[in-house]
């Protein structure tokens, strides 16, 4: 089994080394890359070229033929729930509960058993064990995902992503009233010094992130959030929002328990303690239809979840 990709290579990536830009592109390691090359996996203008080294020119055409192993994924018949779709691309509004992809301890039940399930071709397109992914949400974070039919809509979307072209937003109802109506917060992010599965301020290899916020709506020791990131790093809004004082309200991570004990009204203490998720939903995505050739938007309704909890803080706010 492999992995295809195919490029267009434009004046901003004319003169990168072959390696170096086929390890930005694909979600593969450059070592792992240049294995790739030396064993003729990669066609520049239907010409096998073997040097890792090479030197890429405006207008050429990158064939990069991936082999990997086959995933051990059996499709699965999980409901999903389809925005919109074409030849090109779907468009699903993700529950919260459900993994992206397979990993330790999520071996079935993915949303990606559910897409190859619902269309099988996707096992050609992108990586093994995340086919037709471009973006990723958290298990527990509802809303919006893209997802690739066609492998020019794979690089598309890519390259979409890493140039920042594509705009999201993201509803959050967090703990405590911001000071501001709205804001922009601008802190590095990376892996937790002493824990691997948190994401830090406080980290030794620091990452660019940057999100805008504003309120849209204020309840009782809480407040309803827009959130549009600039960059899309591992739990960005969550991290972000705790970072400035405001954790998201049912975040098992980045909210300590302390900060609900510490609130004055038992019947408000209560509420926060029952939400089993975080109270975070990816609302919109923008982008460019390439094939279309024109920009595109897409919202995903609020889940019933999040719909009820924040009538009850409207209800708790207005007694």
């Avoid at 990993?103 to 399930?117: D, E, F, M, N, S």
């Avoid at 609020?302 to 009820?308: C, F, M, N």
Wanted: with cysteine; charged share 25%.
């Amino acid at each position: 089994m492999t992995s295809q990709y195919s490029f267009g290579i434009d004046p901003a990536h004319a003169g990168l080394r072959l390696d170096i830009f086929l390890s930005k592109n694909t979600p593969f390691p450059r070592s792992q890359i240049q294995k790739v090359i030396e064993k003729e996996g990669v066609k520049i203008n239907n010409q096998i070229i073997k040097k890792a080294n090479y030197r890429l020119k405006i207008g050429e055409r990158v064939e990069f033929r991936y082999p990997t192993e086959a995933p051990q994924i059996t499709p699965e018949p999980i409901p999903l729930s389809i925005i919109y779709e074409d030849r090109y691309l779907l468009v699903i509004n993700k529950p919260a509960g459900l993994v992206v992809q397979p990993a330790p301890g999520h071996y079935k039940g993915t949303l990606v058993h559910a897409l190859l399930y619902y269309y099988p071709k996707l096992s050609n397109i992108g990586g093994p064990n995340r086919p037709g992914i471009v973006h990723r949400l958290d298990k527990d974070t509802s809303g919006i995902m893209v997802i690739a039919k066609d492998v020019s809509m794979y690089n598309a979307l890519i390259e979409q992503f890493k140039e920042r072209k594509i705009e999201k937003e993201y509803l959050a109802l967090v703990l405590g009233i911001p000071s501001k109506r709205e804001g922009v917060i601008e802190l590095p992010l990376g892996r937790h010094p002493k824990d691997r599965k948190r994401i830090s301020v406080k980290t030794k290899r620091p990452r660019v992130a940057q999100t805008s916020w504003y309120v849209k709506e204020v309840f009782k020791n809480s407040a309803l959030l827009l959130c549009r990131p600039r960059t899309g790093r591992t739990h960005q809004i969550r991290v972000h929002l705790s970072a400035i004082g405001h954790p998201i309200i049912g975040d098992p991570v980045y909210l300590r328990k302390a900060r609900i004990n510490k609130l004055k009204s038992k019947t408000l203490k209560m509420c926060f303690k029952t939400v089993k998720r975080p109270m975070l939903h990816a609302l919109k995505i923008r982008i460019f239809h390439p094939i279309k050739g024109t920009f595109m938007q897409f919202e995903a309704p609020l889940p019933r979840d999040i719909y009820d909890f924040i009538q009850t803080l409207r209800a708790l706010r207005d007694a």
